[in-house]
């Protein structure tokens, strides 16, 4: 498997002509995570935009980033062969090149924002400048979010994106990302003109529909919001509030979603299963759902067959009864290869690895499951059980299903007693395949209902029972040591782990 060969395979037309505009004179590696302002020409923003969405979507929904992390981490999927990530062996290649990729699409967001700022004239052909702004820092924070959720502490801010004139930025501690998150989706909602249609021909997820991004970036807002609930309660609650009233998507026809094509611009996922079969929808997973009887597994998993009646089917399979079943997460490399053989378990289901699988940004549904839990908090004015109900109701939506939804929800009732447990169970379970913020939602709330690996660790070591965050990239030993050292130094006391709690993980005090 090659990681590089797979990512450099996606870039379509639209990037090369962007690349053949625009050069960002990389003499070394810090260019990944700083602006070269000194980069000659401008492409119209809206390739850049193109460019930019398409590289934060493989860099989400990646055969590396969701398959071989998010989607372990967060035990949607089990692997059923090569096991060394479901049991915490990260590569350090794969850590590098996760961080690069995300600093060079923050700096495709960052020169949208640098060629608005400087010639706004000549950008207006494109849409209203101050919603092109707005769009790149609601993609900004998108990232920002994501690396911060995966990391901890980050180079952001005012020392971040400033090419050669700082080529070592400081890392911002979390607590001041999750603020300057809030800061930079509140300044983007405020300025949007939603009555302008915006870098249309670029705009892969609405369009140019600024109604619709102003909607996103209130909901990443509450996202944010949401998220720091615990470890600093008034900010959040500050956050939430503001978010819900400036309005908040709460229907499917307003999810942010990156709709892949056809090779060579289809799903990474879909690309990763030609030749291959390394993934199965985990015991995690299959368990819960099961117990629950939710008629998403449908949707979710694909059935396997048993080996009962001796028979192979034409595509090699034994033929037998249809059941779901999830693959042991964390199992060796020779007992896993060896239950691969026999067939009994469940892969992720073709809609999910179908080319045109869309990259899922935010959907209604976990902006109902927010809700519910800010009216529980009284946060804001609404029944939290109906939100709970609602959030319930637009995932089954989302997932096409349309029976066995009243019996479901009448086996999961809102249970106000222990409502940021069973809303962070729910929310996990609607988060299907967006493993990051799976993964960073148990964090929050029950990290205790992820299983360990069941044979163990491989020969990583740390003390939690499962990840709670990525080691920082080897590549910043050499190009900002100083820096990332203090960050992991006033961050976990000098342990750069992955056992390490997050500040977004404690509570407010800790």
């Not at 997820?205 to 609930?229: E, H, P």
């Not at 067959?305 to 249809?322: M, N, Q, W, Y």
Request: net charge negative.
């Amino acid at each position: 498997m090659n990681y590089f060969k797979t990512h450099n395979k996606k870039l379509g037309v639209v990037i090369l002509l962007l690349l053949m505009a625009t050069t960002y004179a990389c003499s070394d590696l810090t260019s990944n995570y700083n602006e070269n302002p000194n980069a000659t020409g401008n492409a119209p923003t809206p390739y850049l935009l193109t460019n930019a969405q398409k590289s934060l979507s493989d860099q989400y929904w990646g055969e590396f980033p969701l398959g071989y992390f998010g989607n372990l981490y967060s035990q949607y999927w089990s692997q059923n062969q090569y096991t060394a990530e479901s049991r915490y062996a990260y590569r350090p290649s794969v850590v590098n090149s996760i961080w690069e990729d995300y600093y060079l699409t923050l700096n495709t967001l960052q020169q949208i924002i640098r060629q608005n700022r400087d010639k706004p004239s000549e950008q207006a052909q494109y849409g209203k400048p101050a919603n092109q702004i707005a769009v790149a820092k609601i993609l900004k924070a998108f990232a920002y979010q994501n690396m911060t959720e995966i990391w901890g502490s980050i180079p952001f801010g005012k020392d971040a994106l400033k090419g050669a004139a700082n080529t070592t930025p400081k890392y911002t501690p979390q607590k001041d990302v999750y603020a300057g998150l809030i800061k930079m989706l509140t300044e983007a909602s405020d300025s949007i003109d939603t009555s302008v249609e915006t870098m249309a021909s670029g705009d892969i997820i609405y369009g140019g529909d600024m109604a619709k991004w102003k909607k996103l970036a209130n909901s990443l807002k509450m996202r944010v919001g949401i998220r720091i609930a615990d470890a600093n309660p008034q900010l959040a609650e500050q956050a939430v509030k503001e978010a819900h009233s400036a309005g908040v998507i709460t229907s499917n026809d307003d999810n942010a979603l990156f709709e892949y094509k056809a090779q060579p611009n289809n799903n990474p996922i879909n690309d990763a299963y030609i030749g291959r079969d390394d993934f199965a929808v985990s015991n995690t997973l299959v368990g819960f759902m099961k117990a629950n009887d939710d008629p998403r597994l449908s949707a979710y998993a694909e059935k396997t067959f048993t080996d009962k009646a001796g028979e192979l089917l034409e595509d090699g399979r034994p033929s037998g009864v249809d059941e779901y079943i999830g693959f042991p997460y964390g199992m060796e490399q020779g007992p896993a290869t060896a239950r691969k053989g026999t067939h009994e378990w469940s892969r992720p289901s073709l809609r999910v690895r179908e080319a045109t699988a869309p990259a899922i940004y935010m959907t209604a549904a976990e902006m109902l499951f927010d809700q519910a839990e800010a009216a529980q908090r009284g946060w804001i004015s609404a029944t939290p059980s109906a939100k709970y109900e609602a959030a319930i109701d637009a995932s089954m939506e989302y997932w096409d299903i349309s029976s066995g939804i009243s019996a479901y929800k009448a086996n999961v009732s809102y249970n106000p007693g222990n409502f940021k447990e069973q809303i962070a169970h729910q929310k996990w379970v609607a988060l299907y395949m967006q493993g990051i913020q799976g993964w960073s939602v148990l964090r929050r709330t029950d990290i205790d209902f992820l299983n360990p690996p069941v044979d163990g660790k491989t020969s990583v070591t740390f003390d939690a029972d499962v990840a709670l965050r990525y080691p920082y990239p080897t590549d910043e030993d050499q190009l900002n040591e100083e820096n990332k050292d203090a960050a992991v130094s006033n961050q976990f006391g000098g342990t750069d782990d992955q056992g390490q709690k997050l500040w977004f993980q404690k509570e407010s005090g800790q």
